[in-house]
């Protein structure tokens, strides 16, 4: 049995290189694509501007989608976040937060949802990037360390800076690794970069630099195939991509 996902931000850039890379899979099938109600493609097929053999027509609204729905994948951006939570936790289906920015009222919100339904909160896909803070690990408590410095470069039409990753990243190290220190982060943009994370460990006479630089947007598919399929089977709960085995 396939599972049955609706992607929303079908049409955005990271949205096209999911559902292209799923679309090669036999083990999910896309029921549903959402964009914004300027989008030039709604009330077109997904083939249409997307390389992909589905036929169902791009949607702005996710309650005149008619099929049934197993999870729901957010890549859009945190303005649509109200709307698909309380859609999932109204039918019961678990969703996928790839977008960033939440405000501390969503994350409560989220958190009386995960009551009822899987959350899964994956502010980068990427399998890399989640084995990254995962390798980070190893400085858990460390009292040697004095300064923390990230650096993160991205193409110029990011529209985020710092990047949310970087942010991540940088909550990650206060909350996960207990370096109750000050981080400084650095953004750069260029004309190519898929996205660069640096973070540099500073001791008094040592530093530590771990890096992960993306190769290209199918990183980000992968790991949503990994995240699709991994919150299909889950219990009610708010979870995290550490949680996920790579």
């Not at 992607?7 to 292209?20: D, F, M, P, R, T």
């Not at 193409?155 to 981080?183: C, M, Q, R, V, Y």
């Not at 530093?207 to 195939?225: C, L, S």
């Amino acid at each position: 049995m396939s599972i049955s996902l609706l992607i929303s931000g079908i049409s955005g850039k990271l949205g096209k290189v999911v559902a292209e890379e799923i679309d090669k899979l036999e083990e999910i099938n896309i029921v549903g694509g959402l964009s914004s109600s300027s989008n030039k493609n709604l009330g077109h097929p997904l083939n249409s501007f997307l390389d992909t053999n589905s036929k169902i027509k791009l949607n702005s609204d996710i309650n005149e989608i008619n099929s049934s729905v197993d999870v729901v994948l957010d890549v859009s951006s945190v303005e649509n976040l109200d709307v698909l939570a309380e859609y999932c936790f109204k039918n019961n289906i678990p969703l996928i937060l790839a977008s960033t920015g939440h405000t501390k009222d969503q994350i409560i919100l989220l958190k009386e949802y995960s009551s009822k339904i899987p959350i899964l909160i994956a502010p980068n896909l990427s399998i890399g990037i989640n084995l990254f803070k995962k390798s980070l690990m190893v400085l858990k408590n460390n009292k040697l360390i004095n300064n923390v410095n990230i650096k993160e470069i991205h193409h110029k039409e990011k529209k985020d800076s710092p990047s949310g990753t970087a942010k991540d990243l940088a909550h990650f190290i206060k909350n996960d690794l207990n370096l109750n220190i000050e981080i400084d982060i650095k953004s750069i943009r260029d004309d190519s970069s898929v996205g660069v994370h640096e973070v540099k460990f500073s001791m008094d006479n040592d530093e530590i630099i771990f890096t992960h630089k993306a190769a290209n947007r199918k990183i980000f598919a992968q790991g949503a195939v990994k995240a699709v399929e991994w919150i299909f089977r889950q219990k009610s709960g708010f979870y995290s991509m550490q949680e996920i085995s790579f």
